[in-house]
Structures are given as structure tokens and as C-alpha cells.
């Protein structure tokens, strides 16, 4: 009796910790349990993360943050970026930020940068839709590890200096945090909530788009209502690279939050990159359509059918709250 004890034992710790095999499969992974998951970057190499293994200080960069760079595109330069700079006024008087125009910040996630796929595409919708400061913060020198701790730890430092950057392209450039929407990726999603809690004043909107799961389950770091007057999430591969957890005021969680239509069942590049092609598609037009859910067990099966809530968009007195689900199509615009 005593052995088969120990053998159960032994058999529900392996099941959470023996190594899976099969790259992409994530099937064995619970949040906030499992120790091993695999995750793509942005070319599709699949890598095997050890979320328990020591991070050696000097892997993390004590100065995560002072490497950041703001990218700033508008209607007058819808594709050649201009470099503002932290401290340095003329950098912004000398470029096409306009204080009196709403400014929307995109940062990417792990292993990425500012020119990724994502950013391009809703820095494209966000101009034709609206005369806006689009800023796209480049932070790959602090998001470039082969291991994914050392990154998810620099999201704290580069989202402070992200903010300390913001108050000073705000004050130089005559606007405020009430006019400022940020909208992040993954672990981009926590850079978004970390400046949002930094600022001199907490931003209108901060957008998460299936903010990254492993190790922000009950993690003062991670993006959280705090963040923003109004925090947003859209939650796409939840219980994978993204998180399941509600943190947000509103949190969506389309087709339950986890897998995406279109794409393969093992592809989480394509369910955890899906957020971002629905916020984009969010910018057009209102055809997304969340219902509210009595809980995220409800959310996580889609059937939600209690009152309406518009996922995304960018209107930003947008409040809202509750937890929300729905069905889109398997292909643009959803
Ligand atoms: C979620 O809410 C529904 C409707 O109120 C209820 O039937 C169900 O038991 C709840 N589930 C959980 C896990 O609380």
C-alpha cells in the first residue's frame, strides 16, 4: 500500500514535470504548475523552456531598459520611422509628434522586435483609420534570450524606463497620460502593464494581447488592472503562452481562449498571434463581439450570453468590465 502511494505520488510529479518530447505540444502544460513548455519565436525554431531553472545574474541585465528604443511613425511618415529619444527635446520638437493628437505605443514580445509582423500591421490600420502618434518601442536587446526567463524578469526595467520616457515625450510635446493607449504582445503585454503602473499618472488604456502565461500566474509583475484607467485583454492561447487568468477590467476570451479557428491544433505561434490580428481587425470596424460570462469556466467553454461588450478598438475613453467570449471566422477580418 505504502509503495503504490509512493508510486502515485511519483507518477502525478512526473506528469507535470517529465519533459515532453513532441516539439510545439504543449497538451501536458498547466498553468502556473508545469515546469516545461515549448515556445516559437518569431521565425518558428521551437524552444524547450525549463521555467525552474536559476536565472544567473549576470544573464539578467541589471540595466534592462537603458537599451530601449521609441520608433515613432505618423501620417507624415507612415513608413520611416524617427527616433525620439529620453532626454532629449529637439529629438522631439524636430520630429512629427503632435501633443494635441492621441499617442498609441506597441511593444512585441519575447525573442522580437519593433519590425515584427504584428506591429506593422496594426501601425498601418491605426494611420488609415486615425491621425495618431504611433509609437513602437524596440526593446530586443532586453527580449533576445535563448532562455525565456532572463526576458520575462527585463519586462519590470524596460517597462519603467518606457514610462520615464512617456513623461518625458508627454511633458516635451505638450499632451498627457489620459491620451495614451498601450498595447503589447505577450511579454510586451506585462512591458505595457509595468509602464502603465510607472508613469506619472496611470495611462487611459493599456490593451494585453494573450499577455505571456509562464511565470505571471499570481505575479505582482504582470499586467494587472492597475496598469490603466481601462485595462483590456484578449486572451488566445491561455493555459499555453498565453495566461488563462482573468487580470484585466474586461478580459475576452474568443472561441474559450485558447485555441484558435485556422489555425493547427499544435500551432500556438498561430493561436497565441492571433490577439494581435483581432485587435487589428478591432480598428476598422466593431464586428467583434464579446458576450459577458458569469465566470472563466463559462468563458473557456464559449458559452457566454449575457451582455454585449465590443472587443478592442482604439476610442480611448473605452471602459468597460466583466469577463467575455465569442466565435469568430478562422480567417481576416474574423
Ligand atoms: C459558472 O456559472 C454558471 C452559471 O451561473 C454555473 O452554472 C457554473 O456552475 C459556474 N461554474 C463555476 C466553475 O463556477
Redesign the pocket.
Known amino acids: 500500500m505504502k509503495l503504490l502511494v509512493v508510486l502515485l505520488a511519483a507518477t502525478a510529479f512526473c506528469a507535470v514535470s517529465a519533459i515532453p518530447l513532441v516539439p510545439r505540444d504543449n497538451s501536458h502544460y498547466v498553468e502556473g504548475v508545469s515546469r516545461y513548455i515549448w515556445m516559437p519565436d518569431d521565425e518558428g525554431n521551437q524552444y524547450l523552456i525549463d521555467l525552474q531553472a536559476p536565472i544567473e545574474d549576470d544573464i539578467v541585465s541589471l540595466n534592462a531598459g537603458n537599451r530601449n528604443e521609441y520608433w515613432l511613425f505618423t501620417r507624415r511618415n507612415r513608413n520611416s520611422r524617427q527616433i525620439l529619444t529620453n532626454g532629449n527635446a529637439n529629438s522631439i520638437r524636430n520630429s512629427q509628434y503632435n501633443g494635441n493628437r492621441p499617442t498609441m505605443v506597441l511593444t512585441h514580445g519575447w525573442n522580437s522586435n519593433g519590425n515584427t509582423n504584428w506591429i506593422n500591421q496594426v501601425k498601418n490600420e491605426l494611420l488609415a483609420q486615425s491621425d495618431v502618434n504611433v509609437i513602437v518601442l524596440d526593446w530586443r536587446r532586453d527580449a533576445s534570450n535563448a532562455i525565456y526567463l532572463p526576458s520575462a524578469r527585463n519586462v519590470v526595467g524596460v517597462g519603467r524606463a518606457l514610462a520615464n520616457f512617456l513623461n518625458f515625450l508627454l511633458d516635451t510635446g505638450g499632451s498627457n497620460w489620459n491620451n495614451v493607449h498601450i498595447i503589447g504582445h505577450s511579454l510586451g503585454a506585462h512591458v505595457a502593464g509595468n509602464a502603465g503602473r510607472s508613469g506619472r499618472q496611470r495611462p487611459s488604456r493599456v490593451t494585453g494581447l494573450d499577455p505571456a502565461g509562464p511565470n505571471f500566474g499570481n505575479n505582482a509583475d504582470a499586467l494587472n488592472r492597475n496598469s490603466a484607467t481601462y485595462v483590456e485583454s484578449i486572451h488566445t492561447n491561455g493555459n499555453s503562452l498565453g495566461i488563462n487568468d482573468v487580470i484585466s477590467h474586461a478580459d475576452f476570451y474568443p472561441n474559450g481562449g485558447r485555441r484558435q479557428p485556422g489555425c493547427g491544433n499544435l500551432d500556438q505561434a498561430c493561436h497565441h498571434g492571433r490577439a494581435p490580428l483581432l485587435f487589428a481587425a478591432s480598428i476598422r470596424s466593431s464586428h467583434l463581439v464579446g458576450r459577458r460570462c ?2 472563466l ?2 468563458a473557456n467553454n464559449n458559452r457566454c450570453t449575457g451582455g454585449s461588450l465590443v472587443l478592442g478598438n482604439i476610442n480611448m475613453g473605452k471602459r468597460g468590465s466583466g469577463i467575455y467570449a465569442m466565435t469568430t471566422r478562422n480567417s481576416w477580418p474574423y
Open positions: 458569469n465566470n469556466s463559462e
